[in-house]
């Protein structure tokens, strides 16, 4: 293999959603980068594994080791709203990309709901364009945080008056998962993880 950055998407979380040829590669890496999260996901692997807080000390992280073979792990495919955009935009050099199970694929497949033709977005920094797309879109599906939580989610969708049905997959992957199916209408509040995946069914639209 040759030396070089590899970014790789590690699946939602749990060991068994990781591909092997993400596998192999962190294997043979001489550092990997992560998140603490990331980074919890992947006891199994031995090897010099350092956990970063911010998207900069990655860059730093990159220089630092130039002529090694370094891994970046991501969680989720690093191609959708993920870091592989920063780091292209912010490292001149050559990187290398290795796709990962998206959460919004695996939640998907957990309710056995195709997602061709679906709506894919995060409300980060989109706010205003959440009730517009669930509103022409029949099925939507969004990545939340610890500001846009389901909590968030359900309280504009009924300051929208918009008739829907909300699944919200927690913990994906992960022992303790947890998949909640609600009914917008009358709904106030939800008590769930602030990192989920939310798949919106607009009941207006056939």
């Known amino acids: 293999m040759n030396v070089g950055i590899y970014i790789i998407g590690i699946g939602p979380g749990s060991e068994e959603y990781v591909l092997p ?94 997602w061709q033709g679906s709506f894919l977005g995060s409300l980060h920094g989109r706010e205003d364009e959440f009730l517009e797309a669930v509103e022409k879109n029949k099925i939507s599906i969004w990545l939340t945080d610890a500001r846009h939580s389901p909590g968030y989610i359900i309280d504009k969708l009924n300051r929208g008056n918009i008739n829907a049905k909300m699944c919200i997959g927690e913990n994906l992957s992960y022992e303790d998962e947890k998949i909640t199916e609600v009914y917008i209408k009358g709904l106030n509040g939800i008590s769930c993880s602030d990192l989920c995946v939310v798949v919106i069914e607009n009941l207006d639209l056939d």
């Open 21 to 114: 040829k993400a596998v192999d590669i962190m294997k043979k890496s001489d550092v990997i980068l992560g998140f603490h999260r990331a980074i919890d996901s992947l006891h199994f692997l031995c090897g010099k594994k350092i956990i970063v807080r911010r998207l900069s000390e990655i860059i730093d992280y990159i220089n630092e080791y130039k002529d090694k073979t370094v891994s970046i792990a991501a969680s989720g495919d690093p191609l959708f709203y993920g870091i592989t955009n920063y780091i292209k935009n912010n490292y001149d050099g050559e990187i290398h990309v290795i796709p990962g199970i998206s959460s919004f694929q695996y939640m998907m497949a957990k309710l056995c709901m195709s």
